[in-house]
Structure formats: C-alpha cells, structure tokens
C-alpha cells in the first residue's frame, strides 16, 4: 500500500512540474507573441479581438485571430485582412476587417477600401500594400480573453509565479530528499564497516583465548614428570617380569633334561 501511494504521489508530482513548465512557457511565448505585428509563431501572428466590428459574420471580441503573411497583390474583394491603422480614430492600431474593393490612394498607390461588417461602414483611410500584415485564416472563440487576463498582474502571478515557484519548490524537495539518501546510505555503510570491524576483533579474540588456552595445556604437560616417570616404571616392570619367566623356563628344561638322562 505504501509502494502504491509512493508512486501515485511521484506521478503526481510529475504532471504538475510538467503542467506547470508547459504553462509558464505557453505564456511567455503567448505574451510575447501575441498581438505583436513584428512576431511570428509557425508562420502565423496571432491577434486579440477587442471589438466586434466583424462580429456579425465572422469574429467577437475576446477572441484569438490567426493571420498569415501574404503577397497584398494576391488578396481581393471579400478577403480579410490584418493592417495597421492610419485612420484618426484607431491611429496605429491593429485592425482586421473585410476588403470592400480594390483601388488606389491619392498618391497613386494600390490599396483597398476596407469595411467591418458589423456596422457596414467603410473605413477612413485607404489600406495601402506597406500596412498590411497578412490574411485572416482562423479564430479561436474566446481565448482571447485568457490571454487578455495573462498580461495582468493576477494573470502573471497565477500562471508565472506560481508555476516558478513550485519548480523551485519541487527542486528544493528534490535535494533535500536526495541529501538525507545520502547521508542514511553514508551511515549504512559506516555502520556496516563498523560491524565488519567487531565481528574481526571478537575473531582476533577468540582465536587468542584458544591459543592461550593450548599454550597452558602444553606448559602443564611439560611441568608434570609423573607422566615420564610412571611410563618408565611400566617399561622396567615389564622388562623384569620378562627376565624373571626366562629364567624360570631356562631351569625347567634343563631339570627335564636331567630326568630324561637318568631314565
């Protein structure tokens, strides 16, 4: 059970550091991306609608706008597009609406007469070729105001901050829990060593008592001479009872002898 709720904690914690690095990444390209006419994201610039000037056909506020870069001589009559604005109410901005025709400006220039078909009313200032940005390709309904949310301080902290600092907090958990490993596995083997140690010195101690204990055999044998003395006895005893039975045979026969002579 233990095993269990070790690895679930450990895939846990391994979706949140990924959720959390995909997150702070996904938003720092997206603030720094999106709605930037200069930046670009697998050939697309990605915009935030902020009204809905083409909210009766195609876009509303709030949502995320893709456009892609585009030779303006191809573009024509119905087609979208992205441009930065030299009217005088919106002077600089971005906006994206639909091209009415095609024409030229008072210097002689191509262009397009561009309209938002949420109003149906043509724009001020002729759209000329050097502010176009691109064609309208697709929308994302409503991101848009995520990413709106993301470039304000509740926004930064909650998807920047936070995610950054469970990393940190992960890592840090992370050494502290590797440093007591290692310092437990440090003192496994030193304690280990240690016992390895004591088990040779009770060895070193037993074999002394028992060389101590045959060298005292071998000193009393050595100090008791009773041992060489009753062996000698038992050998000079022997000797004699064999001479003594020598004799008595030797007497024996030549007493037989004696006998069988007279006979």
């Known amino acids: 059970m233990k095993k269990i709720l070790s690895i679930m904690q450990k895939v846990l914690v391994s979706i949140l550091v990924v959720a959390a690095v995909s997150m702070m990444i996904f938003t720092i390209i997206s603030v720094s991306t999106f709605d930037r006419s200069n930046r670009e994201l697998f050939g697309y610039k990605a915009f935030i609608v902020l009204s809905d000037s083409m909210s009766k056909t195609d876009f509303s506020a709030g949502d995320l ?3 892609r870069s585009v030779d303006p001589s191809l573009l024509k009559e119905g087609d979208i597009i992205s441009f930065i604005s030299t009217n005088s109410n919106n002077y600089g901005q971005t906006i994206t609406h639909k ?10 220039d191509p262009g397009f007469i561009t309209y938002g078909t949420t109003t149906g009313v043509d724009d001020e200032q002729i759209v000329t070729y050097p502010y176009i940005l691109g064609k309208y ?45 290692y310092k437990k596995e440090q003192r496994e083997e030193l304690q280990a060593e240690r016992e390895k140690i004591e088990a040779e ?58 006998s069988l002579k007279a006979v």
Do not use: C, W
């Open 137 to 181: 390709q697709f929308h994302l309904a409503g991101v848009g105001r995520f990413f709106m949310f993301l470039k304000t301080t509740p926004g930064y902290v909650l998807f920047i901050f936070i995610p950054f600092m469970l990393l940190i907090l992960n890592f840090g958990i992370r050494s502290v829990r590797l440093f007591r490993e």
């Open 65 to 67: 706008i893709f456009v």
């Open 99 to 108: 091209i009415r025709k095609k024409t030229i400006d008072s210097n002689g």
């Open 201 to 258: 010195r009770e060895e070193a101690r037993r074999m002394m008592e028992e060389l101590m204990k045959l060298k005292a055999e071998l000193s009393g044998l050595q100090k008791d001479p009773t041992v060489y003395d009753g062996q000698a006895e038992v050998s000079n005893d022997g000797e004699e009872a064999e001479s003594i039975d020598m004799e008595t045979i030797k007497d024996e026969m030549e007493h037989t002898g004696s």
